[in-house]
């Protein structure tokens, strides 16, 4: 921000000032063109303002959410073809939640193959029972919808949720630099299964084959022996 | 003395002097031919102006257009697939630092198929710039550490640990390259000019990570598998004799993206960003994790970190 010094009326006549005041002049009126409060301006402030406009993010992060309640397939398949799924509250609103069951446990209709090992967890512990299974439920007993799974977890795994929040944990795409462009992130259920959330056993990737990939020992007719 | 004469196929009957004279004018042409040999043997795949090529740094911004368009000529050619080579710069304000879970790892090798695709690798080697390391838990020994592993991962009792590029802030595979042909960029990023490096190898062996991977042949991927977004300093087929390095993706990181190694990771292990930023992800880490760097005593001062939750 250009500084005029204050005119000194003793040299009101030299040339300087004239020149300094002419200054001044342009200052102003770029100032109140510029911002429409001028009393609201105070310089070091404004700068301030600017280069955190510069600094400002212009891209958002996307965090991935589940589409909403899940839906059971029936087995069966419509005239097209479609196998047909049924919402949860189709068979739950009339009946009673069984708060004693596991996730895991036995069932003699649906579910069947819902294997579980997520703690001590009963199926009424994350699933709202109270409204037909529509939606979660948290500790406190309040319902959540299902796209906002990730504050359920959030509520035992606290150490993994604030390092998600920092962008210490979760997998990402898209740009580190969020002045350039956005970045999508997954969330807890994309890969942990919530039934069943240590993540899996995997094959691994085939690596470099690069001959310091072996052990000496493990290498023949190297001419070394 | 008698004046012998000697009869010659192409000069005829002759004295004993001009005899003497042709055999040396003769065995004189034989070692000329012998000697210029390489140079004829250079001019089938090395052109005049790549060997007249200048130092990156010497290049003129024109100078490295025509360079460019050269090259990307050259892949079409050669590699069959057009290709767009770029040369992003460094910005003022960025030092690119990456940090690695270890509690997180499982060891997949997602990040080293990653690097293989994006980096244009020779596919026969599968190479890449990541080696994953399967760790016996209570110690970080490499001794004891295996990275041709094909087990099913997680293992009971490992743990895992990619090793790569760590940028050093003082690395010695720049100060042991006798033509300057490696260097470290503002921004923390350890690059190679492929056009300049002369196959030494001093970097290979002055890398305490064996990060470095030398072209032993002329990579060949299939056109279709090329990356065609390049940068001159990163992922452009490397000619062989040359020297190659992670480079956290150059290309992808100067356009602000994410590098391949992290996209891929399917557990989220790895933070990258701008350690200047006192809000990015990267700071936040290292200033709330217990973050150690390998081989810290012997003063690299490396831009990779790794840590563990527990």
């Not at chain 2, 026969?124 to 041709?148: L, P, W």
């Not at chain 2, 592993?149 to 595979?173: E, G, I, L, S, T």
């Not at chain 2, 305490?208 to 042949?217: E, I, K, L």
Request: proline share 8%; glycine share 8%.
């Amino acid at each position: 921000m250009p500084h005029a010094p204050e005119p000194v009326p003793s040299f009101a006549r030299s040339r300087m000032v004239k020149g300094l005041s002419f200054v001044l002049v342009i200052a102003l009126l770029a100032v109140l063109l510029l911002f429409p409060k001028p009393q609201s301006v105070v310089v070091p402030e404004k700068v301030q303002t600017a280069s955190a406009v510069n600094e400002e993010r212009h891209f958002e992060t996307f965090i991935r959410k589940p589409a909403g309640p899940p839906s059971v397939k029936t087995g069966l398949l419509d005239p097209h073809g479609q196998p047909v799924s049924v919402a949860c509250n189709t068979c739950h609103a009339t009946r009673s939640p069984n708060a004693e069951l596991r996730v895991g446990g036995n069932l003699s209709t649906f579910h069947q193959g819902l294997k579980g090992n997520h703690g001590n967890l009963t199926c009424v512990s994350c699933h709202n029972g109270n409204e037909g299974y529509q939606t979660l439920r948290l500790a406190d007993g309040k319902s959540l919808p299902f796209t906002e799974v990730m504050q359920l977890c959030a509520q035992c795994h606290g150490p993994q949720f604030r390092d998600y929040s920092h962008g210490a944990h979760g997998g990402m795409t898209g740009y580190w630099d969020l002045t350039q462009g956005p970045r999508q992130r997954n969330n807890c259920i994309d890969c942990h299964d919530p039934h069943f959330p240590k993540y899996p056993t995997v094959r691994p990737a085939q690596g470099p084959h690069d001959r310091f990939q072996s052990s000496p020992h493990d290498q023949k007719g190297t001419g070394h022996e | 003395m008698s004046n012998k004469k000697f009869s010659l196929p192409v000069l005829g009957e002759v004295d004993r002097r001009t005899a003497v004279k042709a055999g040396a004018v003769t065995l004189g042409l034989a070692m000329l031919a012998k000697a210029i040999q390489p140079v004829m043997e250079w001019s089938s795949n090395l052109t005049a102006d790549e060997f007249l090529q200048k130092h990156y740094k010497e290049l003129k911004p024109k100078e490295l257009d025509v360079v460019i368009k050269r090259l990307q000529e050259e892949a079409l050619h050669e590699y069959g697939r057009e290709v767009k080579i770029k040369n992003p710069q460094a910005k003022s304000g960025v030092k690119y630092a990456y940090a690695l879970n270890l509690s997180i790892c499982i060891g997949c090798r997602k990040c080293a198929e990653a690097c293989h695709l994006e980096n244009n690798h020779d596919r026969a080697t599968h190479n890449s710039y990541i080696r994953v390391f399967e760790m016996q838990k209570g110690g970080i020994d490499f001794e004891k550490g295996n990275c041709t592993y094909d087990n099913p991962v997680p293992a009971p009792d490992k743990f895992y640990m990619p090793v790569q590029c760590q940028q050093c802030d003082n690395p010695p595979c720049v100060s042991v390259c006798p033509v300057e042909a490696t260097w470290k960029e503002k921004d923390g990023l350890v690059v190679v000019d492929y056009n300049w490096c002369i196959g030494c190898r001093y970097c290979e062996a002055a890398c305490p990570y064996h990060a470095r991977r030398f072209n032993w042949t002329k990579p060949e991927i299939s056109p279709k598998e090329i990356n065609p977004n390049q940068g001159y300093l990163s992922n452009r087929v490397r000619p062989q004799g040359v020297m190659e390095k992670c480079t956290f993706c150059l290309h992808r990181v100067r356009e602000g993206r994410l590098p391949a190694c992290l996209e891929a990771c399917p557990t989220g292990a790895r933070v990258f960003g701008n350690i200047l930023d006192p809000k990015s992800e990267i700071r936040w880490v290292l200033e709330n994790k217990r973050v150690f760097v390998l081989k810290e005593e012997l003063g690299t001062k490396p831009n990779f970190f790794y840590f563990f939750d527990k």
